[in-house]
């Protein structure tokens, strides 16, 4: 009988261990794998945006002359009606006269500022103006006045004779002012405007309605101006108690600015109101030239008013929590990334809004955390940005969720597959 040769018993397991342990730490090399492999970034899409809208405004002109309204700081709200040629302006030409003078002698906001003593010549102006039948005041009987008391006669009572005596007192004489009153329209732009003397009796004093309007808005740029157009009456020592000849003052948040009358301009107006939108002061300066007598232009001014601030309205871009963009990750739902803050602006007509989404790659995150922004392109105004958060947190799903979703979401690298 042969020899038999037995191997020992665990000779023959070794094998088998071999193997086992192999298997088990391939086991747990992708058990460890699958719980350490990073995610891929949550899928990113963003919301469709629906723009607000508005109406064209409808604005109530007159059917006569000529008128120009704007908003101050809404450019596009700018609209004229009737004729665009130079017309005589009348005593609205003070508004010039003062803001020349205030340039050659500027005047502090609170002061009196220097006094003009009125020579011959400027007291041979009340009987001059006034065979024009052009509005006149009494001088003071010492003939001196602040520079201050002599624009509050010229702009409220529209003293002729104290335009002139401003002009004469500034510059010296007549020429002299006009040749200041042309280089002052030049360096201001107000190419369609002539100026040949101080008061507006003159009917070569013409403009056209929209640079009236600029106009305006140079006057109440200037404080002194400003506020003595918007005075309604103050008592003037050696002269009396004087009115402002602007009837609308006061009324419909009318501030301002100055009344003409003229055989060749009709009833004229240069005028300011300020109005409350959107949380906001907002200035509508307007020009009405042409009209038959103050009355009707001022019923026809305020009707214009009315439609230019009905047209303010504000436009919400967004509510605050509102949803922009979502992302998904494998393991649980979509989570929304929404407006930080609520935004909106103050428009004048219709306006064109459109918003561009970017949204930031996110993997995992927090209820709150900034994931982008949404900017706002909204016409006739400056961009506005709103930034974007997470309404609900992305957190790690858990390594009992890798294990039962092994590599599913993960990150994965061509480039590094393919060595």
Known sequence: MPNV????RSALRRPVTVAVVAVLL?????????????????????????????????????DYGATAVEAEGFPQSLTTSGDRQQRSIASISKIVTALVVLEQEPLPVGEQGPSVRFTPAMEALYAEYAAQDGEVAPLPADRRMSEYRVL???????????????ALWAFG??????????DWLDDHGLDDTTIVEPTGLD???????TDLVDLGKLALAEPVVKEIVGTASVT???????????????MDGVEGIKTGTLDE???????????????????????????????????????????????????????????????AAPWQDEVDATASRAASVLVWGSTTVTAKTTLEPVTLGTAGERVGRVRFAVEHHD??????????????????????????GVEFDPAAATG
């Not at 006669?153 to 104290?162: D, F, G, I, P, R």
């Not at 907002?282 to 030239?289: E, R, Y």
């Open 173 to 182: 004489s007549m020429d002299a002012y006009r040749e200041a009153a042309g």
């Open 26 to 62: 391939l086991v747990v090399a992708f058990l460890a794998a699958a719980a350490l492999v990073p995610f891929a970034p949550a899928t990113a899409s963003t919301a469709t945006y629906r723009a607000p809208t508005a109406s064209a405004p409808e604005l109530q002109f007159p």
């Open 236 to 250: 003037i020592p050696g002269v009396g108690e004087i009115e402002n000849s602007n009837k609308l003052l006061g």
């Open 203 to 209: 009917a070569r004093n013409r403009s056209t309605a």
């Open 265 to 327: 301009a009709g009833a004229c107006l240069l005028f300011a109101a300020t109005y409350e939108r959107g949380g906001r002061p907002v200035t509508v300066i307007g020009a009405m030239l042409g009209g038959e007598d103050h009355d009707a232009l001022d019923v026809d001014v305020r009707r214009l008013l009315h439609s230019v601030a009905d047209d303010f309205h504000v436009v919400t871009l967004t509510n605050e929590g509102q949803t922009f963009g979502t992302y």
């Open 5 to 8: 040769v037995r191997r020992p």
């Open 152 to 166: 509050q006669v010229t702009l409220m009572e529209s003293a002729n004779n104290y335009a002139g005596s401003l």
């Open 383 to 408: 961009p506005v940005t709103v930034p974007l958060e997470l309404d609900g947190a992305i957190e790690d799903p858990g390594v009992w969720w890798r294990w039962a979703n092994p590599f599913r």
